[in-house]
């Protein structure tokens, strides 16, 4: 498929284009990146159009010199465009996920450690796969051939701010469809002098003659969302457009058809269940995915999630073969020709076509597999799986009588979302207490000897004891907890958040070791100690440091001071010819 590239070539502080040199190293490339700024928020912007020989085609990539593989030139052409059965006329917005082909390319993006350490972990850069956020419009145009204009914007990022990418589209989409390229390339400049987004931090993004306000989130920030405060640093003209969050969406909204299984559906997700989501519109089905993917916050989402699925996709035949258990994924699909590929997966949910009153649409119901036969299947949620927990009815009163009372979607969305996030935290309380008492008493460091192990983790050990710290201390629903922990320890999230606790278990036991160490007296531990000790030691202290230096390791600038001080200490203890050799000039 042939890409018309942007023209021009972009110098130091000019226009788009610029060539970027892959054998030129990190260091050199560092000092002035040409699209450092804008590469710290987006990919790469993408143009697709409809074409009538070639049928979707990429007409436009910003930076023109981004290097995609022909795999996924050709996966954002088919997934920037609504399924044909989807008739999709006007503008719509939905977002994809497809996996990066060409593996990571580091000379392009910069380090992620410094914005992953302190993200959110749901909200960390993607390592392996692109996220793209779509602008479709396809109207009537007496002077093109089929008789219609069809084009879509495409942001590609590694960041899951959809809320963000979506608003940014909404601005930016309608006025590119009028002034095409031009106004592209001055979008993308004004991006590229975008602050970085940074964790904690409220940032000022000037696009287009308007200010979108955002709070990065933090690891630190409290669970419960709060709208940016007002930045008072600069007088900003005209008043900034504030945005509540970069990523969550409208929870009630995209859960109104399915409110009546949403704790089923919190289930499937945390024991990592495979999920087809059949909705009518790629924005339906890309929404309900996300909103899926989300509900188990502050957990991380470990499985893998397509929001826009179709038959044309690369990984079509490794997802939907049949000679094997159907994997770990949340498929978000609008083609009803999945209904008799994806027969044999567990759990399918049909969405029917969105009502736009204000009443509560009817809800769908709970289905046996194998009543899923025919293409027009009607909504419901097809599943042989029994929830373990029982349903909160309470909730359900509340949100029916908020449809009532007309109280506002996003009071209805906090409510939605502040009852999964407490059931996730009773869930995973229990697992943190039992976690945490594995972790090796203060005490029993010393500073000459290596730091004692962890405690395995014991599942039998913690199901003991739930009886008296488990989720029935903080949760009022009842039902089978104890099936559902031995369910979930089998499960990619099980996997996921034990190896993410146990590294940072880990790390805080070298921190404190090498605190440890820097509280003891050094010299009176040397005073018999051959040669050889003496340089061991220095080494070790220095791969210490170093691996604390790079923030792998929790510790206090005191302490990375005392510990350079103490292997100066140590290292000028040694004769002068080994010096030579730890300390070379």
């Not at 909200?123 to 396809?138: C, I, S």
């Not at 009502?355 to 009817?362: A, F, H, Q, T, W």
Request: charged share 20%.
């Amino acid at each position: 498929m042939e890409v018309p590239l942007a023209t021009g070539p972009r110098q130091a502080g000019g226009e788009l284009g610029t060539t970027r040199s892959t054998s030129s190293g990190r260091a050199a490339r560092a000092s002035a990146i040409p699209w450092a700024r804008f590469s710290a928020w987006l990919e790469c912007v993408c143009v697709v159009t409809f074409d009538l020989e070639l049928g979707q085609a990429l007409e436009l990539v910003y930076p023109s010199d981004f290097q995609l593989t022909d795999k996924e030139k050709s996966s954002i052409c088919y997934l920037s465009f609504p399924d044909s059965h989807s008739g999709c006329l006007g503008d719509t917005q939905f977002s994809f996920r497809m996996r990066q082909c060409g593996g990571q390319r580091s000379l392009w993006h910069g380090d992620d450690k410094p914005y992953n350490n302190k993200a959110p972990l749901a909200l960390q850069r993607e390592p392996a796969h692109y996220l793209g956020y779509v602008y479709f419009r396809q109207v009537k145009d007496s002077s093109v051939k089929r008789g219609y204009f069809q084009k879509s914007l495409v942001l590609v990022s590694r960041l899951p701010f959809v809320r963000l990418f979506q608003s940014l589209l909404s601005l930016i989409a309608p006025e590119y469809f009028e002034k095409l390229a031009p106004c592209l390339e001055a979008v993308c400049n004004e991006i590229d002098q975008w602050p970085a987004p940074v964790p904690g931090q409220t940032l000022n993004l000037p696009v287009m003659g308007v200010v979108i306000q955002v709070h990065i989130p933090s690891r630190v920030d409290k669970l419960e969302s709060n709208p940016p405060k007002q930045c008072d640093q600069e007088n900003l003209l005209p008043a900034p457009v504030v945005l509540t969050s970069v990523h969550e969406l409208d929870l009630f909204r995209c859960f109104r058809p399915v409110l009546t299984h949403v704790q089923t559906l919190w289930e499937l997700m945390l024991l990592g269940e495979p999920l087809v989501v059949l909705a009518p519109s790629p924005d339906v089905s890309s929404e309900l995915v996300l909103a899926l993917t989300s509900c188990l916050q502050p957990l991380k989402f470990c499985c893998d999630f397509r929001p826009y699925f179709t038959i044309h996709d690369s990984e079509f035949k490794e997802l939907t073969t049949r000679t094997q258990a159907p994997p770990n994924v949340v498929l978000g699909v609008t083609n009803p020709f999945f209904i008799k590929t994806l027969q044999h997966w567990p759990h399918v949910l049909r969405i029917g076509e969105p009502k736009m009153s204000g009443d509560l649409p009817k809800q769908v119901k709970l289905k046996k597999p194998s009543r899923l036969k025919t293409l027009d299947t009607k909504p419901g949620l097809y599943t042989s799986y029994t929830a373990h927990l029982h349903r909160d009815k309470a909730l359900l009163k509340r949100l029916l009588k908020g449809v009532q009372k007309k109280r506002p979607w996003d009071a209805q969305s906090a409510l939605l979302r502040r009852h999964l996030l407490e059931l996730t935290q009773s869930f995973i309380i229990p697992l943190e207490h039992y976690m945490a008492s594995l972790m090796p008493l203060q005490k029993s460091i010393t500073p000459w000897k290596s730091p004692p192990q962890i405690c395995p983790f014991r599942q039998d050990d913690f199901l003991r004891s739930l009886e008296h710290s488990g989720p029935q201390l903080t949760c009022i629903l009842k039902g089978d907890w104890l099936g559902l922990y031995r369910r979930f320890f089998k499960s990619p999230h099980f996997d996921g958040w034990y190896r993410q606790r146990h590294k940072e278990m880990a790390q805080k036991l070298e921190a404190l070791h090498l605190e440890a160490i820097c509280e003891a007296n050094i010299e009176a531990w040397m005073k018999d100690k051959s040669e050889v000790e003496v340089v061991d030691l220095a080494l070790k202290l220095r791969e210490k440091l170093v691996r604390a230096q790079s923030h792998q390791v929790p510790v206090k600038e005191v302490t990375l001071q005392r510990a350079q001080l103490y292997i100066d200490t140590v290292i000028g203890s040694l004769p002068k010819d080994l010096q030579a050799v730890l300390c070379p000039p």
